[in-house]
């Protein structure tokens, strides 16, 4: 599956340490605020002499973020926390150390689905009594569920990638009179409007077939509503529901106009992410990207900045629901030892989210992180639209899926839907297309 930086706005990275000095009760919950004190002075900490490695697929940047957060638990507990790099695939990375007998003691997971493989594998841990407090505390039902197996609390979203964003090219927008939309009716329109003003509304990364799934997840979530997006998720409805119809008819409306597409549908399949990113902003050949928050990172030498040139709208309602997906990484316990279960506690609760959210590139999933906390406007906005969306938001569904349906580039889903792009007047056909590949990968 793709696995793809999350936003990389160039911003200053603010010292963690100024906001880890105190616990109202908050945090790891460990101990009361005013008994934590009097161990401080007298020079010993609840975890003192406690080893904890942690092992995710962040580098360079993400990776020295992440390592203040480590640090600000440090400095609280008094355990000394190692960092281990699985690399992109953190699969292969886990799998020899899980036979081993020797896996880290928290692992954090690019995708839920590796939650349920594990769980399967009896390689994981369930999460503390204390660390389920606090996702009670600060997540809604949904990220609870998303992270259990069996019945047991396996795992907690730390760290998410908003997926539900337009971003357009203002200049465009100016010369075109066109405006931000709220609605999907609005958007056709502009796209109408641009493309009569001589500028294809449209750089699609076709040629990447998952930006063609977030698409239509993020349809399908407005149009169908959240039970449905769940029940499609996990195969209990066919895709050729009449849910999935309306959410193909949707996006034919784009599909359908070639001029509404830079290149055409042809130069759609030909372009993958983020080259379409280019097209918009360094040759300004298009005016929007339907993408995710990551598309900053990818702005590069474009010379647009983000928040003037480069600016983004909330995904606009083709339905009833205001749509919110989310990616993002999962933490798991491998080794129950008190500090794995307190490292994970800490990454759960606000005061954890909040140093995070101090360094540029992080999204927080929990609803107690304050969007003030965050370095940039354009990541407060994201913030508070994931607070606002409350019960509504999502996972990506491609990532909950089979990655054989889900996840595989030139089968699934992500075929499937090119070939609905190459031919979008065939609605039916697409659904029967897309329901026998969902049917077998969620047979095996």
Request: hydrophobic residues 40%; proline residues 6%.
């Amino acid at each position: 599956m793709r696995k793809l930086p999350p936003i990389m706005v160039a911003c200053l990275a603010l010292a963690a340490a100024a906001a880890c000095g105190s616990d109202s009760g908050t945090g790891s919950g460990s101990e009361p605020a005013a008994q934590g004190s009097a161990s401080a002075a007298a020079g010993t900490k609840p975890l003192e002499g406690e080893k904890v490695e942690v092992a995710a697929k962040w580098t360079g940047d993400e990776q020295a973020n992440f390592e203040k957060v480590l640090k600000a638990f440090e400095e609280k507990t008094g355990a000394k926390v190692t960092y281990a790099s699985t690399g992109e695939d953190t699969g292969a990375y886990l799998g020899p150390r899980i036979q081993g007998g020797n896996p880290p003691d928290v692992a954090i997971l690019p995708q839920p689905g590796l939650v349920q493989q594990y769980a399967d594998e009896n390689a994981l841990k369930p999460l503390s009594a204390e660390v389920q407090a606090q996702i009670d505390q600060n997540y809604t039902p949904y990220w609870k569920e998303l992270g259990s197996a069996k019945g047991q609390v396996y795992g907690v979203l730390v760290k998410a990638a908003h997926k539900s964003l337009v971003w357009y090219r203002q200049s465009a927008f100016d010369d075109a009179g066109a405006q931000p939309a709220s609605t999907w009716d609005d958007l056709i329109k502009n796209a109408q409007t641009l493309s009569d003003s001589g500028v294809p509304p449209f750089a699609l990364c076709a040629a990447s077939g998952w930006t063609l799934t977030d698409l239509f997840e993020n349809v399908y979530l407005s149009t169908a509503g959240p039970e449905n997006y769940d029940k499609l998720s996990k195969h209990e409805i066919p895709w050729t529901d009449a849910t999935v119809k309306t959410a193909l008819e949707k996006m034919a409306q784009i599909f359908g106009k070639k001029e509404f597409m830079l290149g055409g549908s042809s130069g759609a399949l030909q372009t993958d992410f983020p080259t379409c990113v280019t097209q918009a902003y360094a040759q300004k050949k298009a005016a929007m990207v339907i993408e995710a928050d990551f598309v900053a990172a990818s702005l590069g030498q474009s010379g647009a900045k983000v928040g003037e040139e480069a600016k983004i709208m909330p995904f606009p309602k083709a339905g009833d629901t205001a749509p919110v997906i989310l990616g993002g990484d999962v933490a798991v316990v491998m080794k129950d030892t008190k500090g794995a279960q307190a490292l994970v506690e800490f990454l759960a609760s606000k005061e954890g989210g909040e140093v995070w959210a101090k360094q540029p590139g992080y999204l927080s999933p929990n609803r107690n992180v304050s969007p003030d906390n965050y370095p940039d406007d354009l990541t407060k906005q994201l913030a508070q639209t994931i607070i606002s969306a409350g019960e509504s938001v999502r996972y990506d569904m491609s990532d909950l899926s089979p990655s054989a349906f889900g996840g595989t580039d030139g089968k699934g889903e992500w075929k499937d839907l090119q070939d609905f792009l190459r031919n979008p007047s065939d609605v039916k056909g697409a659904q029967e297309k897309l329901e026998a590949d969902a049917a077998k990968a969620f047979k095996k």
